[in-house]
């Protein structure tokens, strides 16, 4: 008689373990799917750094250059009045 109780017990827990198993296992295929997502848009974003390096540069030389050119302009018209 006590062993069929324990066999209950048993199986019941086993039961309950693999409920949470199957819940574990869903639960991980959903972050694999979550960090397949983040790393294809870290990708994309790292990609999208990489082309604007050579953007970022080029502006940062056409304001610098503007800004001289501005300071020269406003020299100039300065000393021109006397």
Same mark, same amino acid.
């Given at each position: 008689m006590?062993?069929?109780?324990?066999?209950?017990?048993? %199986? =019941?827990?086993?039961? %309950?373990?693999? +409920?949470?198993? &199957?819940?574990?296992?869903?639960?991980?295929?959903r972050m694999?799917? &979550?960090n397949t997502s983040q790393s294809e848009k870290l990708e994309r974003v790292l990609d999208q750094l990489a082309?604007?390096?050579?953007g970022w540069k080029t502006l940062m030389l056409l304001g610098g250059a503007?800004? %001289? =050119?501005?300071? +020269? =302009?406003t020299w100039f018209v300065s000393n021109l009045k006397g």
């Open positions: 006590e062993t069929t109780r324990i066999e209950r017990e048993n %199986a =019941i827990q086993l039961a %309950a373990m693999a +409920v949470e198993l &199957t819940y574990v296992k869903v639960a991980l295929a694999d799917a &979550t082309e604007a390096r050579g503007a800004g %001289a =050119i501005g300071s +020269v =302009i």
